[in-house]
């Protein structure tokens, strides 16, 4: 910084003013130091910064290890808005949602002194993980509820209650479910919203069938309510499995949707161009990251304030792959 100051002729109190865009500098000041930044190469130290101001300027991830588009998503939301606000984004993945591997993973962003956590990871409440991330600000996206002063969370009930009530407009004597793992929270929020609407219109609850959110599984519960006739509706808790469970009713002779209506969940890219183009559940997964880092920043603002829980609502997207009821 010392060498920067003297090749642009000013202090080094105004080379840091230059580099933390300070606005009382004037544009000429401004010109000539960045040209000297340039000239030498030189580049802030984070860590060196962080020991000045007990800041590092970086927000910690955790999220479950997965290639699922929902995480990516949420991800390229948080690092969009962080960016933004002149934040990084360090990640740690967990394996599995046990409670060891959750905290390993949050013990890592920790020990990288991070200023806030934002946990995306579909797990239960534990105190041991609320006593893990006590005195830091923390942000949930789903997942422990009480762990962290802020939630910023799709209303996964009311999502399965819209796919659930879409298809009983349709005029479908009852819905068949593919659920997620029942370990996961949106799965829990999905078949209760799904059986409740069920429940409020008088209809036939029939058994909740799980898979693992792979097309696989989807796949492999759709050659079971394939072979059953009365089977009309099928409201599926993932796109990814809706995908493999059209496959199986096609591959089983039931045409989708003039046999079988299937309700996906997600709104992924390639819904809309499935065969045929899937009705589904959209989630905003994009805009939730953005929302989460929202909530973090103004934690890490003002720690004392007191902000309420965020819900965000999903929204049905009508295609092809429902029709009403023969």
Excluded: C
Aim: aromatic share 4%.
């Amino acid at each position: 910084m010392n060498d920067v100051a003297r090749i642009a002729g000013v202090s080094a109190q105004t080379v840091s003013r230059v580099l933390s865009d300070h606005p009382h500098v004037n544009a000429a000041t401004r010109a000539k130091v960045l040209a000297a930044v340039e000239e030498t190469g030189y580049r802030r130290n984070r860590l060196a910064r962080a020991l000045v101001t007990g800041r590092s300027r970086t927000l910690g991830v955790v999220t479950h290890e997965t290639d699922h588009y929902s995480t990516s998503a949420i991800l390229l939301g948080a690092q969009t808005a962080a960016r933004a606000e002149g934040y990084f984004v360090s990640t740690a993945t967990t394996p599995s949602l046990s409670t060891p591997a959750v905290a390993h993973a949050v013990s890592r962003l920790l020990d990288q002194g991070v200023d806030g956590l934002l946990m995306a990871v579909p797990v239960r409440e534990d105190a041991s993980l609320g006593d893990l991330t006590r005195g830091l600000p923390t942000v949930v996206l789903d997942g422990m509820r009480s762990s962290a002063t802020e939630v910023v969370a799709v209303d996964q009930v009311e999502a399965g209650r819209l796919a659930t009530e879409h298809l009983l407009g349709l005029g479908h004597p009852t819905v068949w479910h593919i659920a997620g793992p029942e370990s996961w929270n949106d799965a829990i929020g999905r078949t209760a919203g799904w059986r409740q609407a069920l429940e409020d219109a008088g209809r036939t609850v029939p058994p909740v069938l799980h898979g693992d959110w792979s097309p696989e599984s989807g796949h492999r519960n759709g050659e079971l309510v394939g072979r059953m006739p009365e089977v009309t509706a099928l409201f599926v808790a993932s796109d990814e499995m809706a995908f493999g469970a059209v496959r199986a009713l096609v591959e089983l002779g039931r045409r989708v949707p003039e046999d079988v209506s299937v309700v996906g969940m997600d709104d992924i890219a390639l819904a809309a161009y499935a065969s045929p183009p899937l009705t589904t559940v959209r989630q905003p997964f994009h805009d939730v990251g953005g929302r989460a880092v929202e909530h973090l920043l103004a934690l890490l603002a003002d720690p004392d304030t007191v902000h309420e829980p965020e819900v965000v609502h999903p929204e049905l997207v009508v295609r092809s792959s429902t029709a009403p009821v023969r």
